[in-house]
Protein backbone atom coordinates (compact mmCIF):
# COMPACT_ATOMS: atom_id res chain seq x y z
CA UNK A 1 0.00 0.00 0.00
CA UNK A 2 3.07 2.20 0.71
CA UNK A 3 3.93 1.88 -3.05
CA UNK A 4 0.60 2.98 -4.25
CA UNK A 5 0.82 6.02 -1.94
CA UNK A 6 3.85 6.95 -3.42
CA UNK A 7 2.85 6.73 -7.05
CA UNK A 8 -0.20 8.66 -6.29
CA UNK A 9 1.64 11.61 -5.22
CA UNK A 10 4.11 10.99 -7.99
CA UNK A 11 0.82 11.11 -10.75
CA UNK A 12 -0.69 13.77 -8.85
CA UNK A 13 1.78 16.43 -8.62
CA UNK A 14 0.65 19.22 -11.48
CA UNK A 15 -2.22 17.38 -12.20
CA UNK A 16 -5.34 19.34 -12.53
CA UNK A 17 -8.38 17.28 -11.17
CA UNK A 18 -9.82 14.67 -13.92
CA UNK A 19 -6.69 15.53 -16.48
CA UNK A 20 -5.63 12.21 -17.48
CA UNK A 21 -1.87 11.48 -17.29
CA UNK A 22 0.33 11.23 -20.45
CA UNK A 23 -0.34 8.41 -22.71
CA UNK A 24 2.86 6.56 -21.73
CA UNK A 25 4.26 6.52 -18.12
CA UNK A 26 7.27 4.51 -17.05
CA UNK A 27 7.88 4.30 -13.29
CA UNK A 28 11.00 1.96 -11.48
CA UNK A 29 11.38 2.24 -8.01
CA UNK A 30 12.71 0.86 -5.28
CA UNK A 31 10.97 -1.25 -2.50
CA UNK A 32 11.82 -0.54 1.06
CA UNK A 33 11.93 -2.08 4.11
CA UNK A 34 12.53 0.11 7.46
CA UNK A 35 15.52 1.82 5.22
CA UNK A 36 16.75 -1.46 3.77
CA UNK A 37 15.83 -2.08 -0.21
CA UNK A 38 14.63 -5.56 -0.37
CA UNK A 39 14.06 -5.18 -4.16
CA UNK A 40 12.87 -3.26 -7.06
CA UNK A 41 9.95 -2.80 -9.38
CA UNK A 42 9.34 -0.77 -12.47
CA UNK A 43 5.02 0.05 -13.76
CA UNK A 44 4.23 0.72 -17.33
CA UNK A 45 0.80 2.76 -17.91
CA UNK A 46 -0.65 3.05 -21.35
CA UNK A 47 -3.58 4.26 -22.73
CA UNK A 48 -5.39 6.44 -25.57
CA UNK A 49 -8.33 8.32 -23.83
CA UNK A 50 -10.43 5.36 -24.30
CA UNK A 51 -8.15 1.43 -22.92
CA UNK A 52 -5.34 1.58 -20.80
CA UNK A 53 -3.08 -0.99 -20.19
CA UNK A 54 -1.20 -1.03 -16.74
CA UNK A 55 1.81 -3.94 -16.56
CA UNK A 56 3.34 -3.92 -12.37
CA UNK A 57 6.52 -5.76 -11.97
CA UNK A 58 8.56 -6.29 -8.50
CA UNK A 59 11.42 -8.66 -7.96
CA UNK A 60 12.58 -9.08 -4.59
CA UNK A 61 16.74 -8.47 -4.27
CA UNK A 62 18.87 -10.29 -1.30
CA UNK A 63 17.29 -11.71 1.29
CA UNK A 64 13.69 -10.94 0.13
CA UNK A 65 14.79 -13.31 -2.90
CA UNK A 66 14.70 -16.35 -0.38
CA UNK A 67 11.55 -15.88 0.37
CA UNK A 68 9.48 -13.69 -2.26
CA UNK A 69 9.06 -14.37 -5.53
CA UNK A 70 9.10 -11.59 -8.40
CA UNK A 71 5.27 -10.81 -9.21
CA UNK A 72 3.26 -9.33 -12.37
CA UNK A 73 0.47 -7.86 -12.51
CA UNK A 74 -1.55 -6.83 -15.36
CA UNK A 75 -4.80 -4.91 -15.66
CA UNK A 76 -6.55 -3.65 -18.82
CA UNK A 77 -9.88 -2.06 -19.42
CA UNK A 78 -11.45 1.13 -20.48
CA UNK A 79 -11.02 4.86 -19.51
CA UNK A 80 -14.32 6.60 -19.13
CA UNK A 81 -16.08 9.47 -17.68
CA UNK A 82 -15.68 8.09 -14.09
CA UNK A 83 -11.96 6.90 -14.61
CA UNK A 84 -10.35 3.52 -15.51
CA UNK A 85 -12.77 0.36 -15.52
CA UNK A 86 -11.00 -2.97 -15.60
CA UNK A 87 -12.24 -5.50 -17.54
CA UNK A 88 -9.12 -8.19 -16.78
CA UNK A 89 -6.57 -8.14 -13.83
CA UNK A 90 -4.03 -11.25 -13.40
CA UNK A 91 -1.33 -11.47 -11.27
CA UNK A 92 0.87 -14.29 -11.59
CA UNK A 93 4.52 -15.00 -9.55
CA UNK A 94 3.33 -15.66 -5.94
CA UNK A 95 3.42 -18.97 -4.42
CA UNK A 96 -0.68 -19.68 -4.36
CA UNK A 97 0.01 -19.79 -8.44
CA UNK A 98 -1.80 -17.08 -10.86
CA UNK A 99 -4.94 -14.89 -9.79
CA UNK A 100 -7.46 -13.79 -12.12
CA UNK A 101 -9.86 -11.39 -12.17
CA UNK A 102 -12.85 -10.99 -15.27
CA UNK A 103 -14.88 -8.18 -14.52
CA UNK A 104 -19.08 -8.08 -16.23
CA UNK A 105 -20.24 -5.00 -15.63
CA UNK A 106 -23.31 -5.56 -17.75
CA UNK A 107 -23.94 -8.54 -15.12
CA UNK A 108 -22.57 -7.19 -12.04
CA UNK A 109 -20.31 -9.95 -11.36
CA UNK A 110 -16.50 -10.30 -10.90
CA UNK A 111 -15.05 -14.06 -11.46
CA UNK A 112 -12.01 -14.80 -8.98
CA UNK A 113 -10.16 -17.09 -10.73
CA UNK A 114 -7.46 -19.26 -8.91
CA UNK A 115 -5.89 -22.40 -10.60
CA UNK A 116 -8.90 -24.53 -11.17
CA UNK A 117 -11.03 -22.55 -8.81
CA UNK A 118 -13.43 -19.79 -9.85
CA UNK A 119 -15.96 -18.18 -7.90
CA UNK A 120 -18.20 -15.27 -8.66
CA UNK A 121 -18.88 -12.49 -6.41
CA UNK A 122 -20.75 -9.48 -7.30
CA UNK A 123 -19.03 -6.60 -8.40
CA UNK A 124 -19.36 -3.19 -6.69
CA UNK A 125 -20.16 0.06 -9.11
CA UNK A 126 -16.31 1.57 -9.45
CA UNK A 127 -14.16 -1.42 -8.41
CA UNK A 128 -10.47 -1.39 -9.07
CA UNK A 129 -7.72 -3.93 -9.11
CA UNK A 130 -4.18 -3.87 -7.23
CA UNK A 131 -2.74 -2.64 -10.85
CA UNK A 132 -5.37 0.26 -11.56
CA UNK A 133 -5.81 1.43 -8.15
CA UNK A 134 -2.48 3.55 -8.38
CA UNK A 135 -3.22 5.28 -11.29
CA UNK A 136 -7.17 5.56 -10.75
CA UNK A 137 -6.90 8.67 -8.75
CA UNK A 138 -4.71 10.62 -12.37
CA UNK A 139 -8.30 9.62 -14.14
CA UNK A 140 -10.99 11.05 -12.20
CA UNK A 141 -11.48 14.29 -10.23
CA UNK A 142 -11.15 13.39 -6.15
CA UNK A 143 -13.36 15.05 -3.79
CA UNK A 144 -12.46 17.05 -1.00
CA UNK A 145 -14.73 14.80 0.93
CA UNK A 146 -12.64 11.24 0.45
CA UNK A 147 -14.40 8.19 -1.53
CA UNK A 148 -15.16 4.95 -1.11
CA UNK A 149 -13.48 2.23 -3.50
CA UNK A 150 -13.13 -1.51 -3.42
CA UNK A 151 -10.36 -2.95 -4.96
CA UNK A 152 -9.79 -6.76 -5.68
CA UNK A 153 -6.59 -8.84 -5.75
CA UNK A 154 -7.74 -11.84 -7.77
CA UNK A 155 -9.14 -13.58 -4.33
CA UNK A 156 -11.66 -11.40 -3.02
CA UNK A 157 -12.93 -7.72 -2.97
CA UNK A 158 -12.40 -4.97 -0.44
CA UNK A 159 -13.82 -1.95 0.42
CA UNK A 160 -11.58 1.01 1.49
CA UNK A 161 -11.83 4.84 2.48
CA UNK A 162 -9.84 7.77 0.86
CA UNK A 163 -10.00 10.99 2.83
CA UNK A 164 -8.23 14.55 2.16
Known amino acids: ?66 FINDVRRESRGIVNDLGLRPDHFEETGRRGGTRTAKFDWAAGQLALINGNSTRNVALPRGTLDQASLAYAFSFRPVSSQGFDVHVTDGRGVKRYRYRE
Open 1 to 66: MKRCAVMLVVLGIGLPAAAAPPTRVELSFAIMMGGTRIGEGRDLLEHDGRRYLIVSESSPRGFAAL
